[in-house]
Nanobody, 121 residues
């Protein structure tokens, strides 16, 4: 069973940056695609960014020009680089990834528990 774990969240001031990581467990796991979501109290679950090895990167309007999403070359870690953070970016950020647990094996979708990002003005 593959597990996803996010890291890199924290409390920052407006204008600062954070880089979130989404790591897949398992020696032979490989991330094929990833999507980052966020949810703030009282707000809807929101897609922030997604990308895959097959192309088609998407950044939400709220993150364009500030956020970038990527998958590392070892295919075990995905990232969400967030620059110019604003108080409105405060939320629990979660990754969802399609992961192949072993070479030539089937893929499956997994979710991480999330990492909190808090931006103060």
């Amino acid at each position: 069973q593959v597990q996803l774990v996010e890291s890199g969240g924290g409390a920052v001031h407006a204008g600062e940056s954070l880089k979130l990581s989404c790591s897949a467990s398992g020696r032979t796991s490989s991330i094929r695609s990833v999507a980052w979501y966020r949810q703030a109290p009282g707000k809807q679950h929101e897609l922030v960014a997604r990308t895959s090895h097959f192309g088609g990167t998407h950044i939400s309007d709220s993150g364009k020009g500030r956020f970038t999403v990527s998958i590392d070359g070892d295919e075990k870690t995905a990232y969400l680089q967030m620059n110019g953070l604003e108080p409105e970016d405060t939320a629990l950020y979660s990754c969802s990834a399609t992961v192949r647990a072993r070479p030539f094996g089937p893929t499956a979708d997994y979710w991480g528990p999330g990492t909190q990002v808090t931006v103060s003005s």
